[in-house]
Every structure is written in C-alpha cells, then in structure tokens.
C-alpha cells in the first residue's frame, strides 16, 4: 500500500468542515487501498487498559501473541487514561510515531476534524458485514459515507455499587447527584469535561423544562445547570477518577460504594471476588463505542489493517469483550460469548441488542451547531472544557 495516506484524510476533513458550516464544496475523491500490502513488521499502537492483551495480566488472556505470530507485526502499546490523553499523543507522538488508536466517541471527531486519522476501506474487513447496526456508520467515526476507522467494544457507563453497604439497591442516580444521599464523600465521579453529558443526563430526566434533547448539544442555560449540578455533587466526591484503579482500590478498600464506572471495573472487581453489581438506572446512560482509527501519519499502514481485521474477527471479539467487561461490535460473537458466560452476554452485555445500544447516549464530541434547528447556538468541547476546570477548581 505505496501511497499518500494523507489524501483521503483532506477530503474527510474538506466534509466535516461543509457539514460544520464551513463553504467547502469539493467532493471528497477516494484514494483508499483494495489490498493490505506486506506487513511492515511493527505497529505503534495507543489504547485503553484491557484492549490489547498479550498474556501480562493474565496468562489466559492474549490476543496479541496470536496475531504477532501469524502476521509479523510485533506490538509496541501506550496505554492513555483519558481521551484527551490520546488526542495529545496522536498530535504530538511522545518520541513515536502511532499508527492507530482506539478512540471513543469524545475523541474521533476530533481526530478526524484536525486530519490526525485516515479514511479506512472497510471492504477489507471481511467481518465489518456483521457489525451491530447501529456502529456500521455512525457520526462519531463516519462522515458522509466515509468511514474513519473500525468498530471495537462498546458500552454503558454505568452505576457501579457495593451490595453489601448500598442498600437497598439503586434504581436511579440520585444517590450520586443529590445532597441528601446517604453516601456523601463515598461517591465516585469520572474525571472528564464529557461527564458533564452525565449531568446533563439526570437535568433531562428531572428538569423538563431545560428542554434537553441531546446531552452533548447543550445551549449556553443548559450547560449552565450542568455544570451548577456538578458543583452540587463536587463536595459529596471522595476522587474523580481517569484511571480505573483510582476507582477500584478505593472500591476495594471500602473507602468508594458507589458511582459512574465502566463495565472494566465491574468486570475486575467481580473477579477479586468484591462484592459489587452494576445497573443502568432509570434516566439511562451515558457511554461510549470505541473504534480503531489509523493515523494519517502511519508508518506501519499494512500492519494496521491487519490488526483492524484481526480484532473485527468474532474469536477476538468474544476475548475483549470477555475481559474487559464490554459488549463486542460483531453481533457474531454473541454465540460464543453466550456458551462462555451464559444468560449474562444478553442480560449484562446486551450482546447484539441494537435497541438497547440506541438507548445508551454514546459519547460525541460536542459542536457549537446543535445539528438541528437550534443552529450554531451549543457550546463546543472546548467551551465544555473551560467550565469542567471550573468545576474541579471550584
């Protein structure tokens, strides 16, 4: 795959901006590979804790050691806590040159408005036909058409709580959120402007007249009661976390008993025999459907795409999904995900159910235009980013 990867990624980025209000017009022209070429013998990759396994956790768990062997391409990971973090190291490398990322949905717009990721030829894919509905072309990694990278893991951000001293169990977030919850300065936050969608999640529920419609579209007032809840919360907080054992030692210690957590700690602590459950509450969920995107800048293009067909496939998909806790993107690995754990890949996981995954509000980078009739009157990320100083400065 000899050729300028640079191309395709201009003329995503020529859409984003005609989409954003921007006065291109030109047609984005394809000039996408119909083959993966030679592997290159190494991948420089950035990812999220649990996502690329070679047996270090756990000697049970490797999908990397497989695909190194078969393919040639030996591994080099940086794992990043936040997603600001892998914005960071995309654009500015650290001393590497990355050639993919597995970025949420609170990071992909981003990458791929700024030129940082390259369109992808889904058709050398083969298992991409099975993805759940709803991941095939969503906004947060697909612009008019044109796909920026490869569907993974997906999933709630949920309410994780200790059954043994939460009781009765939650139904709904107001433990966390109200002043007169009985576990004030036991509570657990993420420690990310996009949490601020959190809030406004539970102001949606509870405050109709803010006429929220879409927690990452948020007018001026609205982000305003957002953030002022925040404030509200700040207080009752023992850590905001972005790494996940900020939250599962305390969890561990005694010293957390509930708050917003992914199923990765639920997942892990249930393995430490703790004794924690997880639910979506009532007023729903915010979440997040991470997808592997290839730099515009990769040295290592070939070995890329191997990897992205390597981890659509249903075996690879039922292993993450299985350690980290979250829901696979090819709605083929539910069979196998079903024989390893049984009723819980469709009572937990929600494996394959594409009606559950349109309830969960799944992280987005929020834009000043609201995308409806609203116009260029929302606040964007950076504006988000502003306020949430404030609330962990306050």
């Known amino acids: 795959m000899k050729r300028p990867f640079g191309l395709p990624v201009f003329a995503g980025l020529m859409v984003i901006l005609a989409a954003c209000g921007g006065t291109a017009s030109v047609a984005p022209t394809s000039n996408l590979p119909q083959s993966i070429g030679p592997a290159e013998s190494k991948l420089n990759l950035i990812a999220w804790t649990g ?17 190194q062997n078969q393919t040639g391409c030996t591994i080099n990971v940086k794992f990043a806590d936040t997603s600001d973090e892998m914005v960071t190291l995309m654009r500015q490398g650290g001393g590497t040159v990355w050639d993919g990322v597995s970025a949420s949905g609170d990071a992909t717009n981003r990458l791929i408005a700024h030129g940082d990721v390259a369109e992808v030829n889904v058709n050398l894919i083969p298992d991409f036909k099975d993805v759940i509905t709803s991941l095939k072309a969503p906004k947060h990694n697909t612009i008019n058409g044109h796909h920026y990278g490869i569907p993974y893991m997906y999933g709630a951000n949920v309410l994780m709580y200790n059954t043994q001293k939460v009781t009765p169990a939650p139904t709904s977030w107001d433990i966390t959120w109200e002043t007169s919850s009985p576990y004030k300065g036991k509570i657990a936050a993420y420690d990310s402007p996009i949490f601020i969608a959190d809030a406004a999640l539970y102001l949606k529920a509870h405050r109709p007249d803010l006429k929220i419609t879409d927690v990452y579209e948020l007018t001026a007032p609205q982000l305003d009661a957002a953030i002022n809840l925040l404030k509200q919360q700040k207080p009752m907080i ?20 509930v ?3 992914w199923p990765y700690q639920v997942s892990f602590l249930k393995g430490e025999n703790k004794p924690v459950a997880a639910i979506v509450p009532s007023e729903g969920a915010t979440g997040w459907a991470d997808t592997w995107m290839m730099s515009s800048h990769a040295q290592h293009p070939n070995c890329m795409y191997l990897w992205m067909k390597w981890t659509e496939t249903p075996a690879v998909q039922d292993q993450v999904a299985e350690f980290y ?9 539910c069979d196998l995900l079903r024989q390893h754990i049984g009723a819980s890949a469709d009572a937990d996981y929600h494996c394959g159910d594409d009606v559950f995954l349109k309830n969960i509000a799944l992280w987005k980078t929020p834009l000043q235009n609201c995308g409806d009739s609203r116009g260029n009157t929302c606040t964007d990320y950076s504006v988000w980013a502003q306020r949430w ?5 306050a």
């Open 325 to 333: 806790g979250a829901t696979p993107s090819n709605t083929k690995a």
């Open 51 to 67: 996502y690329v396994e070679s047996g270090k956790s756990d000697p049970k768990v490797d999908w990397v050691t497989p695909f």
């Open 238 to 257: 023992k850590k905001y976390w972005s790494a996940t054992t900020d939250e599962t030692d305390p969890f561990s210690s005694g010293d957390m008993v």
């Open 259 to 261: 708050g917003t957590a």
């Open 389 to 393: 100083q404030e609330v962990r400065g």
